[in-house]
Every structure is written in C-alpha cells, then in structure tokens.
C-alpha cells in the first residue's frame, strides 16, 4: 500500500517521486457494478479470472460498503473512487480505462469533483476497517 508504506520517502522532502495510479476503479470493481452480480459483456464475465482478487475476498464486502458511502454524498461510486485518488497529494496522474464513451465522460467528469471533509471521512473509516480487502478471505 502506497500511502501507508511509501508516500514519506516518496515524499517531494525526500525522493520527490510521484505516483502514477493504474486501474484506480480496481478493474471496473470500484465502479459498483460487480457488487450483486457480474453483468453479462463485463470484463469479469468476458475473461474469466481476470481481477479475481476483487471477486474472492473481502473487497466484494468493502465495495458494497464504498457504494453506499458515495451515494450518501449523491456520488456515484466512480466519481468517489477518482476523485478520492485526485485528492491525494502524491498522485501526479491516473491511468483510467473505459470501455464505453459514458464511461470514459463519468471518468473524465470525475477529476473536477473535490470531496467534501464528511466524504473523505467516511472513506477513512472504511480503510480502516477494510486496510486491504483484495488479500482478505
């Protein structure tokens, strides 16, 4: 884990090295979609295994968790997982993927969205009881 692990010595202070997040939606599992089923034509169900980390954990449990948090702060779950990523101060930039072009817009609209102080908090009481999920069973 980046921030809990790196960011001090990745620090501009120290090595100045920024982060570049790849698949910061978590293979699409962030956007919401997979928590009750996976949908047909998604990734998921097109290639098998692919991401099962996100489908064999508990991280099926935190997203359902994340997607209630971004809709108490009338987010959509993508919107929450970028702009939480924007807000950290050693992103210097992210990798998106988008299959469709609404995709690609919810993506793009994403960055100019600044998370409120409740929204941030709630996403720190969620890391806590999830620190990472995807190595969890």
């Known amino acids: 884990l980046f921030e809990t692990d790196l960011v001090e010595v990745c620090s501009p202070r120290n090595m100045n090295v920024g982060l570049l997040a790849y698949s910061p939606l978590a293979g699409g599992s962030l956007s919401g979609k997979y928590v009750d089923k996976t949908p047909e034509g998604a990734r998921f169900s097109l290639f098998p295994g692919y991401m099962e980390r996100f489908n064999k954990s508990l991280a099926k449990d935190a997203v359902a968790e994340y997607v209630e948090v971004a809709k108490k702060h009338e987010l ?8 939480f990523v924007k807000s950290r101060q050693f992103v210097t930039s992210t990798i998106i993927g988008a299959t469709t072009m609404d995709q690609l817009k919810e993506n793009m609209d994403a960055f100019s969205i600044d998370l409120s102080k409740e929204a941030l908090a709630d996403i720190q009481t969620l890391f ?8 969890s069973v």
């Open 128 to 135: 806590k009881k999830y620190r990472d999920p995807a190595t």
């Open 76 to 83: 959509t779950p993508t919107q929450l997982a970028l702009a």
